[in-house]
């Protein structure tokens, strides 16, 4: 029988391929350990695999389900490190897909994120993302201050596939940039700021080749190459696309196309119309066979230049004509992507909304509205070992209200002595169940003694005629202080005491079993006769 595989190791296999330049192998990798593992650490591990690899891959769709699963996944089991990488890789994705508002509330989150509880590394990639969206949103200078701050943490942990993703991206904002400078009428700027994207890809480059990331140096290769023949560094340019073919791994379609486009781009400049027309044409086929209807329109584009070029108007006309139809369906599959992808960007909005109000009604009483018996509990266990006291409190001769005026008049009761209790200065107040309630004071300053006082007090004083001629309301309460050596809890003891301010005549408050045990014995020696067992 064949051994199954380590899902940890087959996540670093995937980490490998992911590096290698095989992005289309890792993605393979990483989705069959998502749907096969049964732990829920390494399935996030794995989610976060396919959320990237797609993002490599083109796949924007199917990445920012893997992104939205893995950032569900991370909230569940409190790990807030790989919940700022899943909203990084969502804020990516999305941009992708052209929902940049949504992209950059992402990314922002995710910066956040991870500068309370991220490591460098994940703050890096968060940095990336909001560089990328704030790209997108027409703030390059913004951007670079991000893309920057990126590569300084990049270059701090090691980590040489990451840094030369952020280099590529900081030349990409300078490159953009330029082209502001030029609009602007700043020929000068534009040059300085394209020398220095042409200098940031060079680095790119050369950290990609540096630890055989195939993938990342494809990548910074071509844009590394657009900036050149702007600047009409063509020898260069030449020289370092004739590299691509060499470069570590397996190129998928998008990267494909993205070469022969650029060399297509590149031979127009250099004055070979032919090849040029060549290259496109074949990028062209490659990217209709594919469906990729963003490259067919890279692609048109760049023929209808090369034809007009050429002197061929007619052919340049076609061309354009086939351009704009591509537009147009560009913009239909895009608003295809979009709706998907805000379908699921918002439906996990909407389950974690849904989730976190399931999650305060489940520590919330119904009826009146404030913490219930769970809420106390847990509060409980967090101010274990802390100073800490505890009051039961009781509506006294509750039964008698129901009976003689109506339950509905007594929950009434219930929802304003809650009210009343909600303003007391404690950490929490809590309906037990029933007539039954609790106030929780946590700190060394508490003033628990006062503060039951007052509201026990405030309780009694309440004018609840206006809810019923002749209706009066008491409570007993009975108080506690946790003690390091004490031979029952708060809790146990605070019950006692309320019972011991029930036996000795009501509408009190008991704090001390000295006192408690006397009055109670006070209280029995003067009743009826009729009463004694």
Not at 371 to 398: M, T, Y
Not at 492 to 519: I, P
Request: hydrophobic letters at 45%; one cysteine or more; a negative charge.
């Amino acid at each position: 029988m064949e051994q199954a595989l380590n899902p940890d190791l087959q996540l670093t296999e995937a980490r490998r391929l992911g590096r290698s330049g095989e992005p289309a192998a890792a993605l393979r990798v990483a989705r069959q350990v998502a749907e096969l593992t049964t732990e829920d650490a390494t399935r996030l591990a794995a989610l976060l695999r396919v959320a990237w690899h797609s993002l490599q891959l083109g796949e924007a769709n199917a990445g920012l389900a893997a992104a939205v699963a893995a950032r569900r996944l991370a909230e569940e089991l409190g790990n807030a490190d790989r919940r700022a990488a899943a909203h990084s890789l969502a804020a990516w994705l999305l941009l992708e897909l052209g929902l940049t508002d949504e992209a950059y509330l992402e990314a922002d989150t995710a910066v956040a994120m991870a500068e309370a509880d991220g490591a460098p590394l994940t703050l890096a990639h968060a940095l990336n993302s909001k560089g990328m969206a704030l790209l997108y949103s027409q703030h390059a200078d913004l951007a670079e201050q991000h893309f920057r701050w990126a590569v300084k943490v990049a270059g701090e942990v090691e980590d040489a596939s990451a840094l030369s993703l952020f280099l590529s991206n900081l030349a990409y904002a300078l490159a953009d940039l330029a082209d502001g400078r030029e609009r602007a009428g700043d020929p000068e700027e534009a040059k300085k700021h394209r020398n220095l994207a042409v200098d940031l890809g060079i680095e790119a480059v050369d950290t990609a080749r540096s630890c055989g990331d195939g993938w990342m140096l494809r990548l910074a290769l071509t844009n590394t190459v657009e900036y050149l023949g702007l600047q009409g560094q063509l020898e260069m340019a030449r020289a370092l696309l004739l590299q691509w073919p060499q470069t570590p791994g397996t190129p998928g379609i998008r990267e494909t196309v993205h070469h022969l486009y650029t060399d297509g781009e590149l031979r127009m400049r250099e004055g070979d119309l032919e090849g040029a027309r060549r290259m496109c044409s074949e990028a062209f086929d490659l990217a209709e066979a594919s469906g990729h209807t963003d490259h067919q329109m890279n692609c048109l584009r760049r023929l209808a230049e090369i034809a007009e070029r050429a002197g061929d108007l007619a052919t340049a006309l076609y061309n354009f004509k086939r351009y704009h139809d591509s537009y147009r369906r560009n913009e239909g599959e895009q608003a295809r992507r979009r709706a998907q992808a805000a379908q699921i960007h918002f439906e996990s909005q909407h389950h974690r909304a849904e989730a976190e109000r399931l999650a305060a009604e489940v520590l919330r009483d119904p009826l009146t509205g404030i913490a219930n018996r769970r809420a106390l509990e847990q509060q409980l266990q967090a101010v274990a070992g802390e100073p800490h006291s505890i009051a039961i409190v009781d509506i006294d001769h509750f039964k008698a209200i129901n009976d003689n005026h109506s339950h509905m008049l007594g929950d009434e009761v219930l929802r304003q002595v809650s009210r009343l209790l909600d303003g007391v200065p404690a950490s929490l107040a809590a309906r037990l169940g029933g007539e039954e309630f609790a106030l929780l004071f946590s700190g060394n300053d508490r003033n628990d003694r006062e503060a039951c006082e007052a509201v026990r007090r405030e309780i009694a004083d309440y004018p609840w005629s206006r809810l019923a001629p002749g209706l009066a309301v008491t409570v007993s309460i009975g108080l506690a202080a946790a003690e390091a050596n004490a031979p029952e809890p708060a809790l146990a003891r605070a019950d006692r005491r309320l019972y011991a301010a029930k036996s000795a005549g009501r509408n009190r408050v008991v704090a001390d079993d000295a006192v408690s045990e006397a009055r109670a014995i006070a209280h029995r020696a003067q009743r009826s006769p009729r009463y004694a067992a």
